[in-house]
């Protein structure tokens, strides 16, 4: 028997990781605030949802991937919100939004029967298409062993984090705050080696294949280096918000945080001057042209 | 025949060099201000000098490996220095020192017809020992050639940077400034983590699988996850130093480095507290402590 879950959200990390659900044999009720996104996914079988609510199947488990804190709670709690049909059913929660708003969620859920798990993702959209995904997950452990197929259905590895559902998000977050770490130390480094006559690649080429030979000093560190920072694998936008995330997170475990600080602001002048078309490793710019380049 | 070099500075470093220098074959002629860390290699054959002049075989190669800048200078350029008795040898200079200072002294060598070669290495204490260092070289490409074996015998592998005597230690200058700002940013990240009720070791495991799957941040990222900075690869003030260089570098190029700054200071704190005992990555204790840890 097929069971027949529902996802909401359906861009680019959305519509990549719901292709890969319906690929692994799940049935999909698939909601997304403009339809057209849902196309594809129609044509492969799906069922169009009119409403978060109308994407449930009571006792079900039903996928969010939404852009923040505000979607997820109104997908969720809305008038036609997912929360009112779940029953004791699963909300998956995939989003990246607050450890506050996670744990706040996961009560209200609690409270009607339902169980939330938040389950964070690592990865730009042509990894999610690919289902090599990082998911990162935490909420109570027997909602958690419910969901774990679908997750793996969209990922290459899950890893837990236990029963506190702000638990995931705070990985999450402190992820992408050591992400925008390594974009910040490369934009210095390399602006220094570059002012004193070496080439930025060069730089890059050393550190890559010694002190620095992982994934992300490699595929960061080439946009950095080379300062085309095309395509967009998230926008300085969108990762703006996280860096709220982080800073709202930092402020509520009493815990100063210079560099994230340091960072947002980075990505504030990046969205002033009009540069959202651009990956939001592009903040490396902001050093260079301190730097009078 | 073999041929005789001079190796001048027997620190934890040079030591562990300089032995593997006379395993490849070289003779050696040691000069270390206490002479008594020389005792090892006068067991394996190499000849003592009771000054840097006296380790110099005019027109061969002469290696250094001390503290800082001035101790470069004293043994190149004092009354006893190494460039007096050179000749058209090449000095093999592997301190952590300016581009400045690199440059002044490859341009008084090239007057009396010696050569400098610039030749930082990055590794612990033992990673030399095991001749695994990398070494990052630059200036005149005849001297380079020359003292390639060399540097061989004490590396895993050595990078070029052209001509500029300089450049290798902007690389070297760059890289010590990327450890750092990795060490940073885990202290941050972990403390956040930590304050949310995730262990800093669960977040140190995750993400060394994952996003930052390589050398710096299994290995700092270890201590800073324990917060157990033992055993001593470098000191806080010797890395000081070094973060001295950076911001005097990036101050001569004009590049304005935020994150530079900030580990500066960080280690001026450390230094200050009287933690010089333990691995300059302890610095990351000034993040917990600031969050009131």
Known sequence: MTESVGFIGLGGMG?????????AGFGLRIYNRT????RPLLERGAVLARSPSEAVVPGGIVVTMVSDDQAVED????ANGLLGRLGNGVHLSMSTISPRTARRL????QEGGAHYVASPVFGKPEVAAEARLWVVTSGNATARARVRRLQEAMSQRVFDFGEDPGAANVIKLAGNFLLGAA???????????????????????F?????????VYRGY?????????????????????????IIEAAAEGLVPMPLAGLIHERLTATVAKGRDDADWAGFAREVSESAGL
Chains 1, 2 share one sequence.
């Open 15 to 23: 519509l990549a990781m719901a292709t890969n659900v319906l690929k």
């Open 35 to 38: 339809a057209e996104k849902a």
């Open 75 to 78: 997908v969720t709690l809305g």
């Open 106 to 109: 996961a009560d209200l859920h």
């Open 183 to 205: 974009i910040e130390a490369m934009a210095e480094a390399f602006t220094l080696v570059q002012k004193h006559g070496v080439a930025r690649q060069e730089a890059y080429e």
């Open 207 to 215: 550190f890559t294949q010694t002190l620095f030979d992982c994934f």
């Open 221 to 245: 560190g080439a946009l950095v280096a080379s300062e085309h920072y095309q395509p967009v694998g998230a926008s300085p936008s969108l990762i703006r918000k996280d860096y709220g995330l």
